[in-house]
C-alpha cells in the first residue's frame, strides 16, 4: 500500500473566477514524491470533453463539519450526474473522517468535501483535487468557499474526472457567470 501511496500523483482542479492559469505548474510541498498545482487545462468548445480518469467502482462521498454544503443541496447535485450515469456509493456526514480532521489529506475510493483549507484562493467559489494514478480516480478532496447554485454540480464533475469546457452555458465552464446547466458530453457512454 505504501508503493501505491508513494506512486499516485496530484492534480489540483481550481475553478478560476478571474484568474489566468499560471504557465508552469507550481511545485507544491506534499509528502509525495512528485506533486505539482496546477489549473485545469482549458478544453476549447470544438473537439470532445476531457477526463483525468475514472472511478472503477462508484466513489462515496463524506462531507465534513462546518463544510458549506446542506444535505437538501447535495443530493440534488448528486441526483443530477447520476441521471448522467454517475452512481455514488454512499454520502455521509463525518467530521471524524481522517480527511476531514488532517491526518490524511485523501482517502481512497472517497470524495470528500470541506472548507477551504491553507492556501486556498478565495477567488474561486470551490477547488478540486484530484488523487490519480494511470486513469484510476483513486481519492478525492473538494473545498467550498461559496455555496451558490451549480458550484457543487460543478467541483462533482471535476471529481467524477472531467476538466473544464470553454462552452458558454455549459456546467464545466472554468467561470462561473459564464457557466450554465448544459451537459453535453458529459453522460456515461456519450
Given at each position: 500500500?505504501?508503493?501505491?501511496?508513494?506512486?499516485?500523483?496530484?492534480?489540483?482542479?481550481?475553478?478560476?473566477?478571474?484568474?489566468?492559469?499560471?504557465?508552469?505548474?507550481?511545485?507544491?510541498?506534499?509528502?509525495?514524491?512528485?506533486?505539482?498545482?496546477?489549473?485545469?487545462e482549458?478544453?476549447?468548445?470544438?473537439?470532445?470533453?476531457?477526463?483525468?480518469?475514472?472511478?472503477?467502482?462508484?466513489?462515496r462521498?463524506?462531507?465534513?463539519?462546518?463544510?458549506?454544503?446542506?444535505?437538501?443541496?447535495?443530493?440534488?447535485?448528486?441526483?443530477?450526474?447520476?441521471?448522467?450515469?454517475?452512481?455514488?456509493?454512499?454520502?455521509?456526514?463525518?467530521?471524524?473522517?481522517?480527511?476531514?480532521?488532517?491526518?490524511?489529506?485523501?482517502?481512497?475510493?472517497?470524495?470528500?468535501?470541506?472548507?477551504?483549507?491553507?492556501?486556498?484562493?478565495?477567488?474561486?467559489?470551490?477547488?478540486?483535487?484530484?488523487?490519480?494514478?494511470?486513469?484510476?480516480l483513486?481519492?478525492?478532496?473538494?473545498?467550498?468557499?461559496?455555496?451558490?447554485?451549480?458550484?457543487?454540480?460543478?467541483?462533482?464533475?471535476?471529481?467524477?474526472?472531467w476538466?473544464?469546457?470553454?462552452?458558454?452555458?455549459?456546467?464545466?465552464?472554468?467561470?462561473?457567470?459564464?457557466?450554465?446547466?448544459?451537459?453535453?458530453?458529459?453522460?456515461?457512454?456519450?
Open positions: 500500500m505504501r508503493t501505491l501511496i508513494n506512486s499516485v500523483f496530484l492534480m489540483m482542479m481550481a475553478c478560476s473566477v478571474s484568474q489566468p492559469p499560471d504557465p508552469q505548474p507550481e511545485p507544491v510541498s506534499q509528502p509525495y514524491p512528485v506533486v505539482f498545482k496546477s489549473e485545469p482549458l478544453i476549447p468548445v470544438r473537439g470532445s470533453m476531457k477526463s483525468v480518469g475514472k472511478w472503477r467502482h462508484p466513489p462521498i463524506i462531507v465534513c463539519d462546518h463544510a458549506l454544503v446542506d444535505q437538501l443541496d447535495l443530493r440534488e447535485a448528486v441526483a443530477w450526474w447520476g441521471t448522467r450515469g454517475y452512481p455514488i456509493e454512499s454520502m455521509s456526514w463525518n467530521g471524524s473522517a481522517p480527511s476531514c480532521v488532517g491526518t490524511m489529506p485523501w482517502e481512497f475510493h472517497t470524495i470528500t468535501i470541506m472548507l477551504p483549507t491553507t492556501g486556498y484562493n478565495f477567488q474561486n467559489y470551490g477547488s478540486t483535487t484530484i488523487y490519480h494514478e494511470d486513469g484510476m483513486l481519492g478525492v478532496t473538494i473545498e467550498i468557499s461559496d455555496p451558490r447554485e451549480r458550484v457543487l454540480e460543478h467541483e462533482l464533475g471535476h471529481s467524477l474526472g476538466l473544464h469546457w470553454a462552452q458558454r452555458g455549459h456546467m464545466m465552464h472554468p467561470e462561473w457567470r459564464l457557466g450554465g446547466w448544459h451537459d453535453a458530453g458529459l453522460s456515461v457512454g456519450e
